[in-house]
């Protein structure tokens, strides 16, 4: 019989290295990684659940997004805000960067360029990557009363629940904006606007973020919307203090 908890221990041990390592071992670490998996039946069956009705192409398009024609930014990278369906595209893209389907390098350059170096981009890609793929799947596991040992879920931290909501509430006002906005040139430098806002929040920029969301506020009072999006964004902004 498998021993789930070591199985589930050299998981997150895995994971625990990667988010350690450099970037110049990182595709060893994510083998390793991949490998902890592998070899795991409790571990295999998981990631057959979450995706075995989960379109990868559909989330590349939704998830990976281009910068609008013109804006500053090249890409950004959202994460899913269903964890079983954050653990199975972040899954899908370590299994692509295994095989050389992705460059990893490139990738980072693309959605995490932070200052022009590796190193940065590398730090963004573990914090905003590897680390929600291990909380992801460690909360999967504890959904489904998986013995995870040492790896239980701490309490739950009441800022990273209200900035989740928050990138929740930029997600889904970039996804339904242009239906409310008629005129294509605001709806193109709104669209901008928000593109810029989730880039900011992935880069933990709340600085940026402030001064970008005033200005998407001016925006929708310039073509006479009020969406209830925008209203909870101000509202967790005042509870987060930004």
């Known amino acids: 019989m498998a021993d789930v908890k070591a199985e589930v221990t050299n998981f997150m041990a895995k994971c625990d290295d990667l988010i350690a390592s450099k970037y110049i071992l990182a595709d ?3 083998s390793e990684l991949l490998k902890s998996i592998s070899v795991s039946e409790e ?16 989330a590349k398009e939704e998830y990976m997004a281009a910068a609008p024609d013109g804006s500053i930014n090249r890409k950004v990278l959202i994460l899913p805000e269903d964890i ?3 653990a199975a595209f972040i899954f899908c893209l370590l299994v692509d960067f295994d095989s050389g389907a992705i460059d990893l390098g490139q990738f980072l350059q693309e959605y995490y360029n932070v200052d022009g170096s590796y190193t940065s981009s ?11 793929f291990k909380n992801a799947v460690r909360q999967a596991l504890k959904n489904e009363n998986i013995e ?3 790896y239980a879920l701490p309490k739950s931290d009441e800022r990273a629940v209200l900035l989740k909501e928050l990138r929740g ?6 996804k339904t ?5 008629e005129d294509a040139d605001s709806r193109y430098g709104m669209s901008v606007l928000l593109h810029s806002m989730c880039d900011a929040l992935a880069k933990e920029d709340y600085k940026t973020f402030k001064a970008l969301t005033v200005g998407y506020t001016f925006a929708e009072s310039y073509v006479g919307i009020d969406s209830d999006d925008l209203k909870k964004i101000c509202d967790l902004m005042g509870k987060l203090k930004l």
């Open 148 to 150: 995870i040992g040492q």
């Open 177 to 181: 904006m242009g239906k409310m906005v």
């Open 122 to 132: 590398y730090n963004a890609f573990i914090n905003q990557l590897v680390k929600p």
């Open 84 to 86: 079983y369906e954050q």
């Open 43 to 58: 571990l295999c069956s998981l990631f057959k659940r979450v995706t075995e009705e989960f379109s990868y192409a559909r």
């Open 169 to 174: 509430a930029v997600i889904r006002l970039r």
């Open 28 to 30: 060893a670490k994510i």
